[in-house]
C-alpha cells in the first residue's frame, strides 16, 4: 500500500526525453507529485498505522 503512495518516478523526465515525450509536462508532474508526498504520506501512514484494524494485525 505504501507504493501506491508514492510520488512519480525521476526517470519519467528520462523516458519522455527518450521517447519525443513532453519533458516539461514530465518534469512538473515529478515536481508537483514530490511536494504532495510531503502531505500525503504522513497522512495515509497515520490512517493505516492508527486508525484501521489493519494496525491490529501488525
Known sequence: MIIAIMP???????????FDGDTQFAAESVLITHIL?????PLWL????????????C
Open 8 to 18: 512519480a518516478a525521476v526517470t519519467s523526465i528520462v523516458f519522455a526525453d527518450i
Open 37 to 41: 508526498a510531503l502531505l500525503t504520506i
Open 46 to 57: 497515520d490512517i493505516v498505522l492508527f486508525h484501521s484494524s489493519f494496525a491490529v494485525l
